[in-house]
């Protein structure tokens, strides 16, 4: 009876098997689960392709007393947008053909229930030659008071939520016909898990199995219904624009509900914060796209003036001297794959700054990578072309004080843009060509 219910244990390891990748290297390139723009689904079913990492295919569950062995597994995640580093496989149901139990030692027949415990699949990091495989950590989320059990005769085996030892490799798999898919193998150890009666509990749960993820449409999840699904790394995101478009705009987006809450340029240090209502650069571009664009010749005032609004009425200048803004597209985010979010760097001529006059002292913004990101978004008009909007949110910009102005390393900048394309100028809309992320 002990040794049932140690398989039981070893069911338990089951919930896992969706699970366990090993945590990327330092070094290594993360991967991303990939699907077509249309998928809704993704379903995870049992791989029976016998020379896998069991060999029979099995979902196959071991411990010191003997194993727990079934030939069904399925669950399914719904995804939105176009790729993730995790997804997380619900409805959770492992058994054996035309029945609601596995196979234990003994012939006894244990049954395991997930109690709306999940997988949480991460895709890991990049392995092997080809850039389509992948290898990373799984755990286990169970709803507060909630396990995974594996009943057998007179025991049961209960499995909480946990990232057991282990990993999990998807291979992207490209059929000559239909639509590509992954597949996954687990290996996953020291599994925890607490025994009841005759079942005693242990942390060296071991769990090896195979299965397939396969996008959908919808249901039901029939080929024709069926999307492509792969491993590889998270998609880079580009500046894209007509062919004919020599110059792209940054102006000021004073749409309110940005991310400041009058779509004003704020630049804040510790002598206080700096205001101003429109702002202006360009770049130059050649080809039709690129990961990062220089935005030069840029100007921050209030409208009629040459200042801005600093504080206690004061009017400080901002000058560039030379000072440009790169943009990187960075990384795809959302839902629609028309958005990204990505770096900015300040760079300047060699001795120049970034510097901001107020009455008895300056403040200095040297050239640097600040923290935070901006936010780039695909924007399509009822009519006209295509342009983007960019919201800022800097953090950790490092800058010198002169006199009664004291320098820090946490300055902070929010504001908003609108990058236009022309094919020259001037910047007329007879001018205008279509500008997109990513």
């Given at each position: 009876?002990?040794?049932?219910?140690?398989?039981?244990?070893?069911?338990?390891?089951l919930c896992c098997m969706y699970s366990g990748l090993v945590i990327p290297a330092a070094g290594a390139a993360a991967g991303n689960f990939h699907w077509t723009a249309s998928t809704t689904k993704l379903t995870a079913k049992q791989d029976d392709e016998e020379g896998k990492n069991t060999e029979t295919g099995l979902q196959v569950l071991g411990t010191t007393s003997g194993s727990v062995e079934c030939d069904e597994a399925s669950?399914?995640?719904?995804v939105t947008g176009t790729e993730a580093s995790e997804v997380t496989i619900q409805g959770l149901k492992y058994n054996n053909t035309g029945k609601e139990t596995c196979a234990g030692p003994f012939s006894t027949s244990p049954k395991v229930e997930f109690n709306g415990c999940d997988y949480r699949f991460a895709a890991g990091e990049?392995?092997?030659?080809?850039?389509?495989?992948?290898?990373?950590?799984?755990?286990?989320?169970?709803?507060?008071g909630k396990q995974i059990t594996v009943t057998a005769p007179f025991c049961q085996i209960h499995i909480p939520a946990q990232t057991p030892e282990g990993h999990v490799v998807y291979h992207t798999i490209t059929p000559a016909e239909g639509k590509h898919y992954v597949t996954a193998e687990a290996t996953l150890t020291g599994i925890k898990y607490q025994g009841t009666e005759l079942c005693s509990g242990g942390t060296g749960g071991q769990y090896k199995g195979n299965f397939v993820l396969k996008g959908y449409k919808q249901t039901p999840h029939e080929a024709a219904q069926q999307t492509g699904v792969e491993v590889r790394e998270p998609s880079s995101g580009n500046f894209h624009w007509t062919a004919s478009t020599t110059k792209l705009t940054a102006k000021q987006d004073d749409e309110e509900g940005k991310n400041t809450e009058t779509g004003l340029q704020v630049l804040g240090t510790t002598s206080g914060s700096v205001e101003c209502d429109e702002a202006s650069g360009e770049a130059s571009v050649t080809g039709t796209e690129a990961s990062e664009v220089t935005i030069q010749g840029l100007k921050y005032n209030n409208t009629g003036k040459e200042t801005c609004a600093g504080?206690?009425?004061?009017?400080?200048?901002?000058?560039?001297?030379?000072?440009?803004?790169?943009f990187a597209a960075g990384e795809v985010i959302g839902e629609t794959g028309m958005e990204t979010k990505g770096p900015t760097t300040i760079e300047c001529p060699e001795g120049k700054q970034i510097t901001v006059t107020a009455p008895f002292c300056q403040i200095h913004i040297p050239a640097q990578t600040p923290e935070g990101h901006v936010v780039y978004h695909t924007i399509t008009p009822a009519e006209g072309k295509h342009y983007v909007t960019a919201e800022a949110?800097?953090?950790?910009?490092?800058?010198?004080?002169?006199?009664?102005?004291?320098?820090?390393t946490g300055g902070q900048y929010k504001g908003n843009f609108v990058l236009k394309g022309y094919k020259q100028t001037p910047h007329e809309a007879a001018q205008q060509t279509?500008?997109?992320v990513p």
């Open positions: 009876m002990g040794s049932r219910l140690k398989l039981a244990g070893l069911a338990l390891s669950g399914e995640a719904s990049v392995i092997g030659e080809t850039g389509m495989e992948t290898k990373g950590p799984t755990t286990i989320e169970c709803p507060e504080p206690f009425s004061t009017s400080p200048k901002v000058e560039f001297n030379g000072c440009d803004y790169r949110t800097l953090t950790g910009i490092k800058y010198q004080g002169t006199e009664l102005c004291s320098g820090g279509g500008v997109e």
